[in-house]
């Protein structure tokens, strides 16, 4: 894995050529980091750091000898927060409501026979690329064989406790695995029940199928979120059976208030962000709900706990002298492919420190430290007693 810093000139010509840009502006989003280029064994890409023209951040080129495979990023989902309001004027009759799972975006494309997985921001990641080969590599590869792999992406969803990106515990899942959300052919989604049928043929999983609904069945709708939230799940993507109009999302009280803990522990970074856009969906949700005062006070002691606490503990920690960082875990049959992960992080600027390795059933785990910045902040706030924000 390797940045490619100048690209060669026919590297730009065919991200022209596949995009449909002039290479004037191609040119232009390559010099200011927009435009990045990579080399993942062997294979040469391009890949789109933000939105340009009508490709999503994510987007990305695959150069072959004498061709090109345009992988579209994944499309942005907009969230609702007022369900009563958003479903009957954005949907046009039916519903489908899926579950939305707490994991991270992974585009599956076979290219000259090989499985590559890419994530929500367009890179190749070696440990995810290996892990579904390992696990499910001959079910993903029946299954573009036969729709046809060069013009069909499966994405989905990988979900467990051991990954470098997002961990949230699934008893169908609790380790690793791979839940099918989309399929693309060319670039357009398949309807849900054909995705469906394709993805079990083949002995794969999809996210949970919660319901079939008339668009202005809200009480269905919000029966259906309860119980997720009873669960303590993540929420639901809201989809048209045939795709005739843009997908929404919908995110679980848990979930939002659960987010914010996780969040407020680094507050310097994931803090700021995590914040206010869930403090918003709370506030539509309590208004759309009509809850009484009682309930209201309990809601608002649960926000302020989960705000307070997680961040109160960090600057502890960091007054005692601790460390500050996420730590996780990952499975590897080889030193080789735990270093390789480990450069893949650094390439993409995470601090990262292998703090652990050791074998079970067989396998390699590495404990792997993320260290945080929040850490060298909180130290800087308590040594000078001045806040670095205003």
């Not at 990305?60 to 345009?70: A, D, E, M, N, Y």
């Not at 996420?326 to 990262?352: C, N, P």
């Amino acid at each position: 894995m390797t940045w490619i810093h100048r690209p060669e000139p026919w590297m730009l010509d065919t991200v022209a050529e596949a995009l449909g840009l002039q290479r004037e502006r191609v040119e232009h989003l390559a010099r200011h980091r927009s435009l990045r280029f990579r080399e993942y064994r062997g294979l040469l890409y391009a890949l789109l750091r933000r939105e340009v023209a009508d490709y999503p951040e994510g987007t990305v080129v695959v150069f072959g000898r004498g061709w090109w495979r345009l992988i579209r990023g994944y499309p942005s989902i907009r969230r609702m927060v007022l369900p009563s309001v958003a479903l009957p004027r954005h949907f046009v009759d039916k519903i489908v409501v899926e579950e939305k799972m707490n994991g991270y975006n992974v585009r599956v494309a076979m290219i000259d026979g090989r499985l590559y997985a890419v994530t929500r921001g367009g890179y190749i990641c070696p440990y995810t690329t290996r892990r579904l080969e390992r696990l499910y590599g001959e079910r993903l590869r029946g299954l573009l064989e036969e729709l046809g792999p060069e013009d069909h992406v499966v994405a989905g969803e990988v979900v467990g406790l051991r990954n470098p990106y997002t961990r949230y515990y699934y008893p169908e899942a609790p380790v690793f695995g791979y839940f099918v959300f989309d399929i693309f052919r060319g670039g357009e989604p398949l309807p849900p029940a054909t995705r469906n049928a394709a993805v079990e043929e083949h002995g794969l999983s999809h996210v949970r199928l919660l319901g079939v609904l008339d668009k202005n069945d809200v009480g269905g709708f919000k029966e259906i979120v309860e119980a997720l939230n009873r669960e303590g799940r993540e929420g639901v993507v809201v989809k048209d059976p045939e795709y005739r109009v843009p997908p929404l999302k919908y995110t679980t009280a848990h979930t939002n208030v659960g987010d914010i803990r996780y969040g407020m522990r680094f507050f310097m970074e994931e803090g700021r962000s995590f914040l206010f856009s869930r403090l918003l969906r709370e506030i539509f949700r309590i208004y759309e709900d009509g809850i009484g005062e009682n309930r209201l006070v309990q809601l608002a002691t649960e926000l302020g706990l989960a705000v307070l606490e997680p961040p109160l503990e960090t600057v502890r920690k960091v007054a005692a002298g601790d460390l500050v960082y996420e730590e996780f875990e990952v499975e590897a049959d080889s030193r080789e492919e735990v270093d390789e992960l480990l450069e893949h992080l650094a390439e993409l600027g995470v601090d990262v420190v292998l703090a652990g390795l050791r074998e079970e059933a067989g396998r390699l785990v590495a404990t792997i430290r993320k260290m945080k910045d929040t850490a060298v902040q909180a130290r800087k706030i308590l040594e000078t007693g001045i806040s670095p924000m205003d």
